[in-house]
């Protein structure tokens, strides 16, 4: 598509807009000035949690426009319209505002001061850009969990070399040194066992330019993470406890429900709860955690956004994280996060190699009775890039994983071209 032709069809489509939703235009209907025809809900970014999230409005009657750097995007094939731009572009931003009766995210990245921004200029913008803030530095997230009275790992800004040897020297080798900004899947990360090991690490993660800290080393016995979804008005709803399995630093399977004792789960469930409360959160969010060997646990991490470990709540709950992230942002009443089943198993599709997204091995992995496989549509693959993935119920986790595994063995991204 040319760019005149996008041009155009912007412009058209926000006319549509405004005819079909008196909250675009800010025109007020006489009959109803509250209830517009059709709900409208605009998503910056357009990757695979996009999609989940506009296939679950689309079921709801909602109207999608993602914003994205690029036109082929997962959403896009989900997605009403899909606007090609840069998801910090303020211009880019109000345009899909101008579209919608409310935005969303899919990622923690875009710049707090040009979501505030948006919401100046009168948008409504879930989750705000002010919990976008408390949570995108993660040095500012885990101070805003420690005043919440949350339990996380010791920490310490790191703005130089020595500032991170001496707080290595309070916690003990080995520590964790992390960027502040933009890590995810592991990347932004170093463990350093030695003095010598966080000289090269603090350079492998250029700490002059991007601000960092250091974090204690937690040895758990299994990595947790749980969904929660908070409402406008401040109901939250959270989902089973889940194991993450992770290879490389990226999640790799989840099991639900978690096999961890009842208290380690109500406690999780409560940690999830108040840590929504602490960055006031609306839509779904997710948690990961550490649990250790003394029974504790302790937060690593949170994400302001439907999360890969929650992927399984599509099938095994009764509303999805998704659903319930749309219900959330746009003001109606949260749906059960019950599971339908007595265990639910999510395996990631993973990149092998570089070269184009098409899955080799599809049909083979359909052929698997009661495997659900999911694929994102990206065009181009590459090692451990997420490209899919696959969850089965079952009565026990042994039954889900051997059926997950069995279809998601099945398939292969990275085919020579
Ligand atoms: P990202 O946001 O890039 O995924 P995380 O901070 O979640 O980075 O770290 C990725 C993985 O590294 C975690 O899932 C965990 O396995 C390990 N990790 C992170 N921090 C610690 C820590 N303080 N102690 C032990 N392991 C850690």
């Known amino acids: 598509m040319g760019a005149t032709h996008r041009i155009e069809q912007t412009r058209i489509e926000t006319e549509i807009a405004e005819t079909m939703n008196p909250a675009v235009s800010g025109k007020t209907s006489n009959s109803n000035a509250t209830a517009p025809l059709v709900r409208t809900l605009g998503i910056i970014g357009g990757g695979q949690l996009a999609k989940m999230t506009a296939i679950a409005a689309a079921q709801l009657g909602c109207r999608i426009v993602v914003l994205e750097r690029s036109a082929d995007c997962p959403a896009a094939s989900v997605a009403a319209q899909t606007l090609v731009g840069d998801l910090n572009d303020l211009d880019a931003l109000l345009r899909l505002a101008g579209m919608v009766e409310v935005v969303t995210l899919e990622n923690e990245f875009v710049n707090p001061d040009v979501l505030a921004r948006v919401e100046q200029a009168g948008h409504a913008v879930w989750p705000t850009a002010s ?35 001496a707080a290595a020297a309070q916690f003990g080798w080995p520590v964790v040194l992390k960027r502040r900004k933009l890590g995810y899947d592991g990347k932004g990360n170093a463990t350093a066992r030695s003095a010598a090991e966080l000289e090269s690490s603090w350079a492998y993660l250029d700490g002059l330019k991007n601000p ?4 204690e080393f937690c040895p758990f016995r299994t990595e947790l993470a749980v969904i929660v979804t908070r409402s ?9 406890v889940t194991e993450t ?31 929504a409360d602490a960055i006031n959160m609306v ?3 997710g948690l990961e955690l550490f649990w250790r ?20 709540t599509i099938e095994a709950c009764e509303c999805s994280q998704f659903e319930n992230h749309v219900r959330a942002v746009l003001g109606w009443p949260l749906g059960s996060p019950a599971m339908r089943a007595p265990a639910a198993v999510m395996v990631n599709l993973l990149g092998h190699a570089e070269g184009i997204g098409t899955p080799f091995g599809l049909t083979q992995a359909l052929s698997v009775p009661g495997a659900h496989v999911h694929i994102y549509g990206k065009t181009r693959t590459s090692p451990g890039r ?31 071209e």
């Open 131 to 165: 919990t976008m803030r408390l949570v995108q530095d993660k040095l500012i997230q885990k101070e805003t969990l420690l005043q919440a009275g949350l339990p996380v790992p010791r920490f310490a800004p790191a703005p130089t070399l020595e500032a991170a040897l």
């Open 212 to 215: 960092l800290y250091v974090e």
């Open 232 to 240: 406008r008005t401040g109901e939250a709803v959270v989902y089973p």
């Open 245 to 275: 399995i992770n290879r490389n630093h990226i999640c790799n399977i989840t099991k639900t429900p978690a096999p961890v004792p009842r208290d380690t789960a109500q406690k999780v469930v409560e940690l999830a709860q108040r840590a």
């Open 283 to 285: 839509g779904s969010m």
């Open 293 to 312: 060997e003394d029974g504790t646990v302790l937060i690593n991490e949170i994400a302001p956004r439907v999360h890969n470990t929650g992927h399984y």
């Open 386 to 416: 997420k490209m899919g993935h696959v969850t089965a119920l079952g009565q026990t986790l042994d039954e889900a994983l051997a059926l997950a595994q069995r279809a998601a063995n099945c398939i292969r991204f990275g085919q020579p």
